[in-house]
């Protein structure tokens, strides 16, 4: 796919992976809108974008809300006349035990990983039909296989998988390219944003971010994948050894996975 001029819809882009995409997408020829939740963070990372040499705009989303992703998509198309590609990356974790969770995070992070690439795929998709263009979204390892302690984050993903997969079908004979990115462990802030129990943030990492694959990394892969036309794209070897035990040994993996998360730092555990 040439992306000169595409016209690339990127959400939760004010770091991390999302940032990462818009400045490789862009560097690549295309026209990058991205969405964030904070006023101050999207000046600065557009005000930065620019000085690479990325053409781009942006606005507030909260991909929770469906009205405010019905004027994103509004506004790309007032700004840049049309939709060719939307990467669906907004999203947030948590860690808390599930008999510990306040429902209220469980719901938060389906409404904004879920129900976030729904409101945002739903209304971009005439224009990316009309374009046969590409929707991507940037789910996880745990959409194949889910982990303790993170129950309301592996739903969302899986939920994402099932969506993608279901919609990818729909719009097979429309031209439409629809790819699912599962990345491994990445180096970004997702972590430090993690919710805890009570909805608070967790801020500080419990892993070792440095020994992760990069977010750069990751928006490389995903663009040699787009146009590679990759139906699927798994990340990391610890991400696809995951992916294949899981589907042929899962009672070794309950274990090899509990024991695993169990000794992250300040585990809850007991």
Known sequence: MDLKDKVVIITGATSGIGLACARVFGKAGARIWITGRSQVKLDETLLMLQKEGVTCAGGLCDASDPAQNEKMAKDVKDKFGTIDILINNAGISMRALFRDLDLKVF????????????????????????NKGAIIGISSINGFRGTPARTAYTASKFAMNGFFESLRTELMKLGVHVLVVCPGFTASNIRNNALMADGSQQKESPRDEEKMMTSEEVAEAILKALRKKKRDLVLTRQGKLASFLNKWVPGLMDKVVYNHMAREKDSPFK
Do not use: L
């Open 107 to 130: 719901h938060q992070v389906m409404d904004i990983n879920f129900w976030g690439s729904v409101y945002a795929t739903k209304y971009c998709m005439d224009e990316i039909v009309k």
